[in-house]
T-cell receptor, first 111, second 115 residues
């Protein structure tokens, strides 16, 4: 069964304390892996798409990487405004545009 | 501004009273879908549509209906809501094709409570 697992469920960081979020997946054929940010009471906001193992993308303090079985979202020197839930989703071969989501990682960055 | 618009944002209703949540997108996307989000379970797909008049079930379709009469609109219908449909609902849209690389755009969400 296709599955996306994110860890940890929750992460508390001090401002400036770098860390990584993990997304592991099992799908029959990966067409794309997506990272989204979700603020409380709002819809997911697109961050990155990764397509092939070895690919990396960066945006401000965030960097996403992809291997054949997992993706990491690295957060460098986070600020309180980075606090949010980060969602990982995969799109598999033959699944039209369906996204399979993980349960998310709730990140809290304290001053 | 490119966006997906859902209405209403909040809704409290009683068991069995039919309701409709509207969704509209202004990006000319072919693919639209509905998700529900529950604590610890993530986003799960309810129904999707690949284009006008083409809809199909997602992973959790029981108790829901959809229609796609126009490309921009994709309403979600609960004919007889039950308390287990209390959830946060999101509409999403994306371009079809592009090798599956097109990102999905999400609406602001509809928080539904069925009592």
């Amino acid at each position: 069964e296709d599955q996306v697992t994110q860890s940890p469920e929750a992460l508390r960081l001090q401002e400036g304390e770098s860390s990584s979020l993990n997304c592991s997946y099992t799908v029959s054929g990966l067409r794309g892996l997506f990272w989204y940010r979700q603020d409380p009471g709002k819809g997911p906001e697109f961050l990155f798409t990764l397509y092939s193992a070895g690919e990396e993308k960066e945006k401000e303090r965030l960097k996403a990487t992809l291997t054949k079985k997992e993706s990491f979202l690295h957060i460098t020197a986070p600020k309180p405004e980075d606090s949010a839930t980060y969602l990982c989703a995969v799109r598999e071969s033959g699944g039209y545009n369906k996204l399979i989501f993980g349960a998310g990682t709730r990140l809290a960055v304290h001053p | 501004e490119a966006q997906v618009t859902q209405n209403p944002r909040y809704l409290i209703t009683v068991t069995g009273k039919k309701l409709t949540v509207t969704c509209s997108q202004n990006m000319n996307h072919e693919y639209m879908s509905w998700y529900r989000q529950d604590p610890g379970l993530g986003l799960r797909q309810i129904y999707y549509s690949m284009n006008v008049e083409v809809t199909d079930k997602g992973d959790v379709p029981e108790g829901y209906k959809v229609s796609r009469k126009e490309k921009r609109n994709f309403p979600l219908i609960l004919e007889s809501p039950s308390p287990n449909q209390t959830s946060l609902y999101f509409c999403a849209s994306s371009f079809q094709g592009q090798g599956g690389r097109a990102e999905a755009f999400f609406g602001q969400g509809t928080r539904l409570t069925v009592v």
